[in-house]
């Protein structure tokens, strides 16, 4: 069973800058098509962005386009999610996601494709 291990939440005023970082305790970050996903009390899991596994296609949310950069590091075997000009509103708890299938890319935003989940990483943006 392939573990996904988060880090790099805290606390950031506004406008202020985040990185997090997520690594597959087995097989290289490359193989899967990988994705972030946040969450708030009360609300649905809402998909952030995705990045494809063979083409190394990016897909962002609306709200963080611009802002956020989805990206990953095949020799430290490290997905990133660099996060700028943070806003109140993206305060949530990040997971990070994967999967090896590489059949669902046109469902990149849809957390049921994922098989493998990390423990989530919390990120609060003080205003």
């Known amino acids: 069973q392939v573990q996904l291990v988060e880090s790099g939440g805290g606390l950031v005023q506004t406008g202020g800058s985040l990185t997090l970082f997520c690594t597959p305790s087995?097989?290289?970050?490359?193989?899967?098509?990988m994705a972030w996903f946040r969450q708030t009390p009360g609300k649905e899991r809402e998909f952030v962005a995705a990045?494809?596994?063979?083409?190394?296609?990016?897909y962002y949310v609306d709200s963080v386009k611009g802002r956020f950069i989805i990206s990953r590091d095949n020799v430290k075997n490290r997905l990133y999610l660099q996060m700028r000009r943070l806003k109140p509103e993206d305060t949530a708890v990040y997971y990070c996601?994967?999967?090896?299938?590489?059949?669902?890319?046109?469902?990149?935003?849809?957390?049921?494709?994922?098989?493998?989940w990390g423990q989530g990483t919390q990120v609060t943006v003080s205003s």
């Open positions: 990045i494809m596994s063979n083409s190394g296609t990016r």
């Open positions: 996601a994967a999967t090896e299938d590489t059949s669902t890319e046109s469902r990149y935003d849809d957390g049921t494709v994922y098989d493998y």
């Open positions: 087995e097989r290289t970050v490359s193989t899967f098509a």
